[in-house]
C-alpha cells in the first residue's frame, strides 16, 4: 500500500482542508514548514519520508475561480521524481489530452465535476486518468450511475469521502468495502484509494489489510500522528 499526501491550494496557498467546507479552508500551519507556500510544504512533506506520489487539490479550479497552474508547474520544476495526481475540475477529454501533453501531472476526475454520464464516459475514456468517487455526508456527489457502475471505472479509483477529511473520525471503511464489492461483481480488479478520516498507523495497518492500494492523507502527517518511521514503512 502506498502513502500519498495530499495538499489543497487556495488562493496561492496551501489549505487545511476540513469536511469538504471549502469556504472557511485558512493557510496551512505546519510544524513540517515554515509557511504554507506550497514549495515550502511539499519540501516538508518529502522530509518527512520519499514520498513518490503527491496528491494535488485545486480548489480555486474546481470552484471555477482561477487556477495553480503556475504553482503546479513549480512543484513539478522543483520535484521532478514526484508524480502529481492533480484534481483542477478537469472533466473534458481536451483537458485530459492537454494536461497529458504538457506533462503537468495525471488528471484526477472527481465526480463532484462531472455533469452526466455522458460526460463521464467522454472524459474517463480520454487517457490515463484516476477517477475520484467523491461521497459527502449526504451521499454520492455528481451523477449517480458513475458511482454505480464499475464497467465506467479506469484502472485508479479514489473513494473519496469529503465529510471526513481533516476529522480524525477515521476512513470510510464501509464506502470501501461497497466499491470493491461493485467491482468484484463484474470480475473487476481497479486499484482502489481511500480518502479522509485516517487517524493514524493502526487505520492505515487496517486499510493494508483490506487490499487497499494506497491511501491520501494530509492532517495525520502534519499534527504527527503519523510520523517519520510509519511514514517512511508506507512511502
Do not use: N
Not at 463521464?120 to 459527502?136: E, P, Q, R, T, Y
Not at 494506497?214 to 510520523?227: C, E, K, N, Q, T
Amino acid at each position: 500500500m502506498q502513502l500519498i499526501p495530499v495538499v489543497d491550494l487556495k488562493g496561492g496557498y496551501v489549505v487545511h482542508a476540513r469536511r469538504g467546507e471549502r469556504d472557511s479552508y485558512r493557510p496551512i500551519h505546519t510544524p513540517l514548514a515554515a509557511t504554507s507556500a506550497p514549495l515550502d510544504v511539499v519540501a516538508g512533506l518529502l522530509a518527512l519520508a520519499p514520498f513518490r506520489t503527491l496528491y494535488v487539490a485545486d480548489l480555486d479550479a474546481i470552484a471555477g475561480k482561477g487556477s495553480h497552474g503556475a504553482v503546479i508547474d513549480g512543484l513539478r520544476a522543483a520535484f521532478p521524481r514526484l508524480d502529481l495526481w492533480v484534481d483542477a475540475g478537469e472533466a473534458r477529454a481536451d483537458q485530459v489530452h492537454a494536461r497529458a501533453a504538457q506533462g503537468r501531472g495525471f488528471c484526477v476526475i472527481g465526480t463532484e465535476t462531472l455533469p452526466d454520464v455522458a460526460a463521464a464516459k467522454d472524459v474517463l475514456a480520454a487517457g490515463d486518468v484516476i477517477l475520484s468517487l467523491d461521497h459527502d455526508a449526504a451521499g454520492p456527489r455528481g451523477p449517480v450511475s458513475v458511482h454505480e457502475d464499475p464497467a465506467l471505472w479506469p484502472e485508479r479509483v479514489i473513494v473519496m469521502t469529503l465529510a471526513r477529511v481533516g476529522s480524525g473520525e477515521g476512513p470510510d471503511l464501509a464506502a470501501l468495502e461497497r466499491t470493491a464489492a461493485r467491482a468484484d461483481g463484474i470480475g473487476r480488479h481497479p486499484s482502489l484509494y481511500a480518502a479522509g478520516g485516517v487517524r493514524g498507523p493502526e487505520d492505515l495497518d487496517r486499510l493494508a489489510a483490506m487490499g487497499t492500494a494506497g491511501v491520501l492523507v494530509a492532517s495525520a502527517l502534519h499534527d504527527g500522528r503519523i510520523g517519520p518511521d510509519t511514514a517512511r514503512r508506507w512511502a
